[in-house]
């Protein structure tokens, strides 16, 4: 039983040190992908804005700020890890800094006017539409909230949801979900470690405890001797 026990404890342990090894592998990998984001990121070039205070602004104003961060947390529900908006390190190089930049990109979309020029009259469901320059409020649509047969819904559509807006918002999804990638990766390099380091832990303290203890020998002394 004592020998199945020390076997158990040895298996334990190897099995420990790959863990660890596996934990190691994946914090290299996490910190190569790391230092690639951060190369993309300088690369572009892209930073947020903060006033003397350290707070969030946009165009110059706070109130821009919320505004965005509003769309960012309340329409769209992402989680902002306020860590990651850091004013003394604008670079946008996180998960929030590049979901709050695109936030910006859509908001400006979201709440932008369009001037719109119809060379002849033209006429839908029975509303007519002189020729002329009209100025069409975005009001919010996205993308597919257009109708794109009305006569100001449709070109105002292409306008305002350009294709450098929605090109600009996809690179950002992809710095986004890689950010986020690699902090899923540190987490997982830090559980591979740590079961790596119980499994070692656990394997050495049974081979400890089965280990061989020498018994006492007793001293047989003739009587009236003292020890």
């Known amino acids: 039983m004592i020998n199945r026990l020390k076997g158990l404890g040895i298996v334990l342990a190897i099995f420990g040190f790959v863990f660890v090894a596996a934990g190691g ?21 892209v930073e947020l804005t903060y006033n003397e205070d350290g707070q969030l602004v946009d165009r110059g104003e706070t109130e821009g700020a919320d505004a965005i961060m509003g769309l960012l947390t309340d329409d769209w529900g992402y989680p902002v890890a306020a ?12 998960a929030s800094e590049y979901m709050y930049q695109m936030a910006t990109v859509a908001y400006h979309t979201l709440h932008g006017v369009q001037t719109i020029v119809l060379e ?3 006429e839908f469901n029975g509303e007519l539409f002189a020729a002329g320059t009209y100025e ?8 597919a909230d257009f109708n794109r047969e009305h006569p100001l819904e449709g070109p105002a559509r292409a306008q ?10 996809g690179e950002l999804g ?21 079961l790596g380091g119980t499994l070692i832990v656990t394997g050495g303290g049974l081979v400890w405890a089965t280990r061989p203890v020498k018994e006492p020998v007793a001293v047989l002394r003739p009587a009236g001797v003292t020890a």
């Open 25 to 45: 592998f994946a914090f290299f990998k996490v910190q190569e992908g790391q230092a690639s984001l951060q190369a993309f990121s300088a690369a572009q070039g």
């Open 83 to 94: 860590g990651e908006l850091d004013p003394n390190d604008p670079l946008v190089n996180t």
């Open 120 to 122: 002849e009259d033209v």
């Open 136 to 143: 069409f409020p975005v009001d919010g649509r996205y993308w």
């Open 160 to 169: 305002a949801w350009t294709g450098v807006a929605h090109a600009l918002i």
């Open 174 to 194: 992809v710095g986004t979900v890689t950010a986020s990638t690699l902090q899923l990766g540190l987490a997982l390099a830090g559980l591979f470690a740590g």
